[in-house]
Structures are given as C-alpha cells and as structure tokens.
C-alpha cells in the first residue's frame, strides 16, 4: 500500500503520528533490549533510570507516557507503577542498617505539570 493509497485524513494522521513519535529515534534506548525498564528489580529500575539521565528523548518520553496513560515501567527517567510516577522505591523487607551501593536510585526533575501523577 502506498501513500496515495490513504485519504486525506488518513494521511494526515500518519505524518502526525511520525511526526509524535521522531523523539523515538532520538532515545538512547532505541536499539537496547528494554526489558530492564519494566524490571521489579532496583538494580535494572537504577540502569534505567541512570540511562534516561542522559537521553536527549528524556522530556518527549516522559510526556508520551503521560499521554497514552502508561501504568508500568520506567518511562523519560521516572517510575510508574500502576499509573502513578514513584520517586523513591526500596527493596523489599527490613531495610539494611548500611545502605548498598544498588538502592539510590538517580534524582531526575519531574515537570509540575507531571507532579499530579505522584503517588502519595
């Protein structure tokens, strides 16, 4: 199927869906495996979020997220469990009297117009 193929409408919608998503091609993770990014584990949740600390796609990812109401995963650097971005999470259990090296997790800026989507 070609271009000409798609009404006007339709043509429309796909230069505006291309056009969303050319942050993608931008993201510093594009050709990593990303399973990490939707990993319980602190150490992955950490990598991610380390990644997304340098990503020039950062901003765009975390807006698209907020967008299509994503519920999981760490997206433009921050964590969402179901539907809300927590800021801090630990291990499970009795936390140790000696912090390790793993659970500090990065501090990344979160936009006020995002701050509503703060767990509490």
């Not at 807006?63 to 109401?69: F, M, N, S």
């Not at 519920?71 to 999470?89: D, E, N, R, T, Y």
């Not at 291990?91 to 509503?116: F, S």
Request: proline share 6%; with cysteine.
């Amino acid at each position: 199927m070609t271009t000409t193929d798609f009404t006007s409408d339709q043509s429309d919608l796909l230069l505006g869906l291309a056009l969303a998503d050319s942050w993608i091609a931008a993201a510093s993770c594009r050709d990593l495996d990303t399973s990490f990014f939707f990993s319980d584990d602190l150490d992955d949740i950490g990598s991610a979020k380390r990644l997304c600390l340098s990503c020039p796609a950062r901003p765009k990812c975390l807006d698209a997220a907020v967008e299509r109401k994503e519920q999981f995963g760490v997206w433009g650097g921050h964590l969402f469990v179901a539907g809300k971005i927590v800021l801090s999470k630990r291990r499970k259990g009795r936390p140790p009297r000696k912090a390790r090296p793993g659970d500090t997790m990065p501090e990344v800026e979160l936009p006020e117009i995002h701050r509503r989507l703060l767990s509490v």
